[in-house]
């Protein structure tokens, strides 16, 4: 199993990019709002001359959306990295875009694909048994 991680930068697109994982049969998702560190500290450098003014320029509104998904094989990993990447434009090397990466994971319990596997186990046991 792997942890697929994208960083969407623009906000607008995260809903697109669930909707596409759904499609491909991707079971499920975390999405968090997420500041990238050079966004942060240049917000932490700039003193507004009236601190309320911070929230009315939305400085304070994270500014992107940071997408986990705990996925079955590399190949699904592979598919949806692509869909992703298609679905923000093509090419993630273009700034301001944001990143894609994965994590192999040993681990998971509990959420919906863990509880996947084990019914499909379970139905593959009881076809071998009642043949």
């Known amino acids: 199993m792997y942890v697929l991680v994208a960083v969407i930068n623009k906000k607008e697109m995260a809903r697109p990019v669930i909707k596409k ?3 491909m049969g ?3 998702a975390t999405v968090l709002e997420s500041t990238g560190a050079g966004r942060y500290t240049r917000r932490e450098n700039s003193v507004p001359l009236i601190g ?3 929230y009315i320029d ?3 509104i994270s500014h992107n959306v940071t997408l986990f ?3 079955e094989t590399k190949e699904q990993v592979e598919k949806a990295a692509d869909a992703i990447e298609d679905l923000l434009g093509g090419d ?3 700034p301001g875009t944001g990143i894609i990466f994965s994590v192999p994971v040993d681990l998971v319990r509990g959420g919906d694909l863990t509880s996947h596997i ?3 186990g379970k139905r593959n ?3 071998y048994v009642t043949e």
């Open 118 to 120: 084990k019914a499909r």
């Open 92 to 94: 993630m090397s273009v």
């Open 69 to 71: 998904s705990v996925i």
């Open 52 to 54: 309320g003014l911070r």
């Open 125 to 127: 046991r009881e076809k």
């Open 21 to 23: 994982l759904r499609g």
């Open 58 to 60: 939305g400085a304070d």
């Open 26 to 28: 991707i079971r499920g």
